[in-house]
């Protein structure tokens, strides 16, 4: 059985690294992302995801150098997105060190590009970002465009169709529960890992580490954070001994 990852996530605006809260991102945590990914190398984290949430696509080349500066430190795996509209700057993201690229409005606006972006780079390269958010009849549907748009396609099918472009992995997020504290929108979650063949990662709403090992029972190859590691110390690792002591298998280190 493969053992199970803990991903932290930091939500890039202008540079800095920000607090999520329902997608609303006005509270800096970090002016420097590099100091926050020295503290992830230290305690145990496996993954690292870095997106993008700045409102203007003028922000690609700042990002681009963000990526490049947080490559030469970090030690695991880097998924970076936000704004990759065109197969060039996908490019630069990688030859800066990034392992994988997450993509998002791609899927509505331009599956070309997903289908080449995949082809060329490999399917395991390409990273589903899904975002939800329940409407007025509490229905799960996926949005797009940086929460500003809804598909009209729940998130099972919009898993599907993301998996037949070339994903190789699922990035879960849920607007609703994003800083809400509450842990993960479990119900579209489990929805989403019983209808895909990929790996599942788990976002939006960690604030307890049993909401890590909700997660994982709801199907989840993977689960994330972002607020909560920002703001506990060696949370990672904490994280990391709580889950091993539900009975979920993890990578270990020095964490005991």
């Known amino acids: 059985m493969l053992k199970k990852r803990l991903i932290a996530v ?11 809260v329902r997608f ?6 970090h002016y420097d992302p590099v100091h926050a990914i020295e503290c992830f190398n230290k305690w145990a984290v496996d993954e690292i995801v870095i997106l993008n949430v700045s409102r203007d696509a003028s922000s690609r080349e700042g990002f681009a150098d963000v990526v490049k500066r947080i490559c030469r430190k970090c030690f695991v795996p880097l998924a ?16 800066a060190g990034a392992d994988k690229l997450v993509l998002n409005t791609a ?13 060329r780079f490999g399917r395991q390269c390409i990273v589903a970002s899904m975002d939800v958010k329940r409407d007025e009849n509490g229905t799960p549907l996926v949005i797009v465009d940086r929460a500003q748009r809804s598909t009209g396609k729940s998130p099972v099918e919009w898993a599907k169709h993301a998996v037949e472009l070339g994903a190789g992995e ?12 509450r ?3 479990l119900e579209s979650l489990r929805q989403v890992c019983a209808a895909v063949d990929v790996p599942v990662i788990a976002f939006g709403g960690v604030f307890q580490w049993k909401h890590l090992v909700e997660g994982i029972e709801a199907g989840a ?11 506990t110390e060696h949370a990672t690792i904490k994280a990391k001994k709580h889950l091993t002591e539900a009975g979920v298998r993890v990578r270990t280190g020095t964490f005991t």
């Open 183 to 185: 842990g993960y929108d």
């Open 80 to 95: 970076v997105g936000g704004w990759i509209t065109d197969a060039d700057f996908a490019r630069s993201l990688l030859n």
């Open 221 to 231: 190859e993977a689960v994330a954070a972002a607020n909560i590691f920002h703001y």
């Open 107 to 119: 899927f509505a606006d331009n599956p070309p590009l997903v289908e080449a972006l995949s082809s």
């Open 24 to 29: 609303k991102h006005t509270n800096s945590i």
């Open 10 to 20: 930091l939500i890039i605006r202008d540079g800095a690294v920000v607090q999520s």
């Open 170 to 181: 699922i990035f879960f997020n849920s607007v609703d529960h994003d800083g809400a504290r």
